[in-house]
């Protein structure tokens, strides 16, 4: 315990402690003095922008990136402009701002992804500082000018440049500045001498610090918590004021008996502390000042850069590296000297239990009756996750777990989680992985987070391991973690399009949320066509497939999938493509090969293009279905002489097709259409386009019998259908005796009932009447029945000696006719004995 406690340091009622991390795997020779740095906070990578060394001045000036463990991620030389600062962005891309204001955008291994510039006037007036910033809106840029203008951005991915207003008095840059986010806005603050200003969007704003001594001096250094909530502001005459960002509060004043600027300033605290503190750092000093009037110092051996953290600081230089915090309050409760802390006392506890000594059954017995177990264990759990050390971190969770044993409802939970967390944890900070992330930073960056940043650095191993461990669904874990390793895998041109293929479908297989269209498209993107073609025959929805197809001009290849798939909408879809892509004959000879999507098109132009389905039929030499068309296209025809040339198309191509009964039928068809346009002459009958039923029945109306009866002829009218049409003809227009004349004309073929029920129909019984006698003996009963005259049909149906007909009178007998019933029912009698 007291080894422990040996590197805390007191800072009024909290204790600071330094942590090693990593001996640095660089090899720095001149150190990091002559160095541009930028290391990123939640354990990111470092960049490094070295100068050319003094004994050649033609050389370059070299930019190389690392792990936080100092392993080499990726080096280049530099060939752009001069660079005044480098920045890393929340997703760990690096942002290199140069002199002419142009920002420069490279992953974490050296690729360039794209660039941006501050704007046009920058040009001229150059970068004299800028700051990289992390705000709600994502990642920040500001800038101040030659001309003594800042310039912001608060999102590089949703580029705003904001010109903020002039300050008045300030020539060149000024002594020192920061930016804020606070309230959802950004904002800059400033010092020219003792006086400080705040920009935003519409105004510069002097404010002074409350509290904020006189004989202070100058403000030349000034910095802002990782949070945006508190703000330290140092002067030429060594003193450091802290307080709130909204300038609103104090905290404290410390003199540190420094009058040179502190080469970096950076706030210390942890989430929730009610002790914040300001690490400043000098060429020999490291000084740590809180709220009280006392300080920690360090001596400082090297050149170091401070990178704030969500609860601390690191500190790397270029031998090793550590992290600088506040002790948790839960830590120092159970390890400082002499503590009574539940915590303390449980892992006391389980050290003599393991010693098999009986005081672990006496701290246990002290423990219980305070009724502090369960807070002890809660306690000894918390510890762990703070602690970096994994034997301390051993330890403690024993110790929780034999305190475990005596409670029964404890719950599990946290303790499970935290030691889930830990393995994590402790895999990711070592060496060769180099995320030296504490409990409190996982916790605010997310798992998916940690994952995303392992598998942008490429661990997918690792990355897949944790996934499973800690049973991620797929489509978050494993399933995102190897479509991210299949989009790299298809980038590597040392290997043949078979070998990338065979891998990627051996490791990913049948993974769900994994889509082989969007490795294929990133092979596309990378220039390997036939890697993609590979890759999207093992992708199972054709829709996926299609799309990509026709991105890579393999139209044939896209319509015999999307033919295979079975979905018209997809076919069609690729044979619009196809259409708008191709000339005319390719396109038709290319539909030739799939006669599915041919069928479909040709459905599709029945709808829509009537004149490419002529096309169609003329190129295949389809004379049948060019003649259907023609004859299709004939009624679309309005003058009668082009409609007769239509149909005479279609006669022609009728007879190329050998189809005889339809170029027959046609031919009938125009013979009707020139017999309607000679009436239409003469008698301006309007029967213009009428079929034949429909112009006969129009003659017959219009008492043209003689031109009915020529029509009869000619076109060989049916007899039925000509007696049947004129028939009901004269009887609607009630020529009595024109219609007993052409009952007389010759034996009627649709028999002598019908002039009865046509009679009937137009209420003139009489007439009916004369007609009864003439209809065969078959009909005899209804021709009676319809003129209602019951005895007649009675007799009729008797004399047939038909029961149905029998039963059909009975039925239309009412009580008055009891007579005719009786003898309706001894004739069926005496049917039935027979």
Same mark, same amino acid.
Request: net charge neutral; glycine share 6%; aromatic share 8%.
């Given at each position: 315990?007291?080894?422990?406690?040996?590197?805390?340091?007191?800072l009024?009622?909290?204790?600071?402690?330094?942590?090693?991390?990593?001996?640095?795997?660089?090899?720095?020779?001149?150190?990091?003095?002559?160095?541009?740095v930028?290391?990123?906070?939640?354990?990111?990578?470092i960049?490094?922008?070295?100068?050319?060394?003094?004994?050649?001045?033609?050389?370059?000036?070299?930019?190389?990136?690392?792990?936080? #463990?100092?392993?080499?991620?990726? #080096?280049? @030389?530099?060939?752009?402009?001069?660079?005044?600062?480098?920045?890393?962005?929340?997703?760990?891309?690096?942002?290199?701002?140069?002199?002419?204001?142009?920002?420069?955008?490279?992953?974490?291994?050296?690729?360039?992804?794209?660039?941006?510039?501050?704007?046009?006037?920058?040009?001229?007036?150059?970068?004299?500082?800028?700051?990289?910033?992390?705000?709600?809106?994502?990642?920040?840029?500001?800038?101040?000018?030659?001309?003594?203008?800042?310039?912001?951005?608060?999102?590089?991915?949703?580029?705003?440049?904001?010109?903020?207003?002039?300050?008045?008095?300030?020539?060149?840059?000024?002594?020192?500045?920061?930016?804020?986010?606070?309230?959802?806005?950004?904002?800059?603050l400033?010092?020219?001498?003792?006086?400080?200003?705040?920009?935003?969007?519409?105004?510069?704003?002097?404010?002074?610090?409350?509290?904020?001594?006189?004989?202070?001096?100058?403000?030349?250094?000034?910095?802002?918590? &990782?949070?945006?909530?508190?703000?330290?502001?140092?002067?030429?005459?060594?003193?450091?004021?802290?307080?709130?960002?909204?300038?609103?509060?104090?905290?404290?004043? @410390?003199?540190?008996?420094?009058?040179?600027?502190?080469?970096?300033?950076?706030?210390?605290?942890?989430?929730?502390?009610?002790?914040?503190?300001?690490?400043?750092?000098?060429?020999?000093?490291?000084?740590v000042?809180?709220?009280?009037?006392?300080?920690? =110092?360090?001596?400082?051996?090297?050149?170091?850069?401070?990178?704030?953290?969500?609860?601390?600081?690191?500190?790397?230089?270029?031998?090793?590296?550590?992290?600088?915090?506040?002790?948790?309050?839960?830590?120092?409760?159970?390890?400082?000297?002499?503590?009574?802390?539940?915590? +303390?006392?449980?892992?006391?506890?389980?050290?003599?239990y393991?010693?098999?000594?009986?005081?672990?059954?006496?701290?246990?017995?002290?423990?219980?009756?305070?009724?502090?177990?369960?807070?002890a264990?809660?306690?000894?759990?918390?510890?762990?996750?703070?602690?970096?050390?994994?034997?301390?971190?051993?330890?403690?969770?024993?110790?929780?777990?034999?305190?475990?044993?005596?409670l029964?409802?404890?719950?599990? !939970?946290?303790?499970?989680?935290?030691?889930?967390?830990?393995?994590?944890?402790n895999?990711?900070?070592?060496?060769?992985?180099?995320?030296?992330?504490?409990?409190?930073?996982?916790k605010?960056?997310?798992?998916? @987070?940690?994952?995303?940043?392992?598998?942008?650095? =490429?661990?997918?191993?690792?990355?897949?391991?944790?996934?499973?461990?800690?049973?991620?669904?797929?489509?978050?874990?494993?399933?995102?973690?190897?479509?991210?390793?299949?989009?790299?895998?298809?980038?590597?041109?040392?290997?043949? !399009?078979?070998?990338?293929?065979?891998?990627?479908?051996?490791?990913?297989?049948?993974?769900?949320?994994?889509?082989?269209?969007?490795?294929? +498209?990133?092979?596309?993107?990378?220039?390997?066509?036939?890697?993609?073609?590979?890759?999207?025959?093992?992708?199972?929805?054709?829709?996926? =497939?299609?799309?990509?197809?026709?991105?890579?001009?393999?139209?044939?290849?896209?319509?015999?999938?999307?033919?295979?798939?079975?979905?018209?909408?997809?076919?069609?879809?690729?044979?619009?493509?196809?259409?708008?892509?191709?000339?005319?004959?390719?396109?038709?000879?290319?539909?030739?090969?799939?006669?599915?999507?041919?069928?479909?098109?040709?459905?599709?132009?029945?709808?829509?293009?009537?004149d490419?389905?002529k096309?169609?039929?003329?190129?295949?030499?389809d004379?049948?279905?060019?003649?259907?068309?023609?004859v299709?296209?004939?009624?679309?025809?309005?003058?009668?002489?082009?409609?007769?040339?239509?149909?005479?198309?279609?006669?022609?191509?009728?007879?190329?097709?050998?189809?005889?009964? %339809? +170029?027959?039928?046609?031919?009938?068809?125009?013979?009707?259409?020139?017999?309607?346009?000679?009436?239409?002459?003469?008698?301006?009958?309007?029967?213009?386009?009428?079929?034949?039923?429909?112009?006969?029945?129009a003659?017959?109306?219009s008492?043209?019998?003689?031109?009915?009866?020529?029509?009869?002829?000619?076109?060989?009218?049916?007899?039925?259908?000509?007696?049947?049409?004129?028939?009901? %003809?004269?009887?609607?227009?009630?020529?009595?005796?024109?219609?007993?004349? &052409?009952?007389?004309?010759?034996?009627?073929?649709?028999?002598?009932?019908?002039?009865?029920?046509?009679?009937?129909?137009?209420?003139?019984?009489?007439?009916?009447?004369?007609y009864?006698?003439?209809?065969?003996?078959?009909q005899?009963?209804?021709?009676?029945?319809?003129?209602?005259?019951?005895?007649?049909?009675?007799?009729?149906?008797?004399?047939?000696?038909?029961?149905?007909?029998?039963?059909?009178?009975?039925?239309?007998?009412?009580?008055?006719?009891?007579?005719?019933?009786?003898?309706?029912?001894?004739?069926?009698i005496?049917?039935?004995?027979?």
């Open positions: 315990m007291a080894f422990i406690t040996a590197n805390w340091n007191p009024g009622e909290a204790f600071y402690r330094k942590t090693e991390l990593y001996e640095m795997c660089w090899n720095l020779k001149d150190g990091l003095g002559d160095s541009l930028a290391a990123a906070p939640y354990g990111g990578p960049a490094l922008l070295r100068e050319p060394h003094r004994r050649s001045p033609s050389s370059r000036p070299q930019l190389e990136m690392y792990s936080a #463990s100092g392993v080499s991620v990726a #080096s280049f @030389v530099w060939k752009s402009g001069p660079v005044v600062h480098l920045g890393w962005t929340v997703s760990d891309e690096l942002l290199c701002v140069q002199e002419d204001g142009s920002v420069l955008i490279y992953d974490l291994f050296g690729s360039f992804k794209r660039h941006f510039n501050m704007g046009l006037e920058v040009v001229q007036s150059q970068v004299l500082e800028a700051k990289v910033f992390h705000s709600p809106y994502g990642t920040g840029i500001a800038i101040v000018t030659g001309s003594s203008r800042f310039t912001l951005a608060t999102n590089i991915d949703d580029l705003k440049l904001r010109r903020l207003p002039e300050v008045p008095g300030l020539q060149g840059k000024p002594s020192s500045w920061v930016v804020l986010s606070q309230d959802r806005q950004t904002k800059v400033l010092s020219i001498g003792p006086e400080l200003f705040i920009l935003d969007n519409t105004a510069c704003s002097a404010v002074v610090p409350p509290g904020l001594s006189p004989q202070a001096g100058s403000i030349i250094q000034m910095c802002v918590s &990782f949070s945006y909530k508190y703000l330290a502001l140092f002067t030429d005459t060594g003193h450091l004021w802290t307080g709130s960002s909204h300038l609103q509060d104090k905290l404290s004043e @410390v003199d540190t008996k420094k009058s040179t600027p502190p080469k970096q300033m950076v706030w210390c605290r942890r989430p929730r502390s009610q002790q914040p503190s300001v690490v400043l750092m000098w060429d020999r000093l490291l000084l000042a809180g709220i009280c009037q006392d300080t920690i =110092q360090f001596p400082v051996e090297d050149q170091c850069v401070l990178v704030g953290e969500l609860d601390g600081v690191r500190i790397i230089s270029s031998t090793n590296q550590e992290l600088l915090q506040e002790v948790p309050v839960v830590c120092q409760d159970i390890f400082k000297i002499a503590s009574m802390a539940p915590g +303390a006392l449980l892992l006391e506890a389980h050290r003599e393991e010693k098999s000594s009986q005081k672990a059954d006496e701290y246990l017995r002290e423990i219980k009756e305070q009724s502090m177990l369960g807070e264990v809660r306690q000894c759990v918390e510890a762990a996750g703070h602690e970096y050390d994994s034997n301390t971190q051993k330890s403690l969770l024993r110790a929780a777990s034999f305190g475990k044993c005596f029964t409802d404890f719950s599990p !939970d946290l303790f499970v989680s935290t030691c889930r967390e830990l393995r994590v944890l895999a990711v900070r070592e060496s060769d992985v180099g995320l030296p992330l504490t409990h409190t930073q996982f605010q960056l997310t798992l998916q @987070v940690l994952i995303d940043r392992l598998v942008y650095r =490429q661990f997918y191993p690792l990355a897949i391991e944790i996934c499973r461990y800690l049973k991620i669904p797929d489509y978050q874990g494993v399933s995102r973690v190897l479509k991210h390793w299949a989009s790299c895998k298809v980038q590597q041109k040392d290997l043949s !399009d078979d070998a990338i293929a065979r891998a990627v479908c051996v490791k990913v297989g049948d993974s769900p949320g994994v889509s082989y269209s969007h490795i294929a +498209a990133k092979a596309y993107d990378c220039g390997r066509t036939e890697l993609a073609i590979k890759l999207l025959d093992f992708e199972a929805r054709s829709g996926e =497939q299609v799309p990509l197809l026709l991105k890579m001009k393999r139209s044939q290849l896209a319509l015999s999938k999307a033919v295979e798939s079975g979905d018209t909408d997809l076919v069609y879809t690729v044979v619009t493509y196809l259409k708008n892509e191709m000339n005319r004959g390719d396109f038709f000879m290319t539909l030739r090969n799939q006669p599915v999507a041919l069928s479909l098109y040709r459905q599709f132009c029945k709808l829509q293009e009537q490419t389905l096309d169609l039929y003329n190129q295949d030499d004379h049948q279905e060019l003649a259907n068309y023609y299709t296209a004939s009624y679309r025809e309005k003058r009668l002489d082009s409609r007769l040339s239509v149909l005479q198309s279609a006669v022609d191509e009728y007879n190329k097709a050998k189809n005889e009964f %339809s +170029a027959k039928a046609t031919e009938e068809e125009m013979r009707l259409l020139r017999f309607q346009r000679k009436l239409d002459d003469e008698k301006g009958a309007g029967l213009l386009g009428l079929s034949l039923q429909a112009t006969m029945e003659l017959l109306a008492g043209l019998n003689k031109q009915a009866e020529q029509l009869y002829r000619d076109f060989r009218v049916p007899d039925k259908r000509y007696w049947w049409l004129k028939l009901k %003809s004269l009887a609607e227009k009630e020529e009595w005796e024109e219609l007993e004349k &052409f009952s007389k004309s010759k034996k009627s073929p649709i028999g002598y009932l019908a002039f009865v029920e046509v009679c009937m129909k137009s209420n003139n019984k009489s007439e009916a009447k004369k009864v006698s003439k209809v065969t003996p078959e005899k009963v209804k021709a009676h029945l319809a003129i209602s005259d019951l005895e007649g049909a009675a007799e009729a149906a008797i004399e047939r000696k038909n029961d149905s007909e029998m039963g059909a009178v009975l039925s239309r007998c009412s009580s008055s006719d009891r007579l005719l019933i009786d003898r309706l029912n001894r004739a069926r005496s049917l039935a004995k027979k």
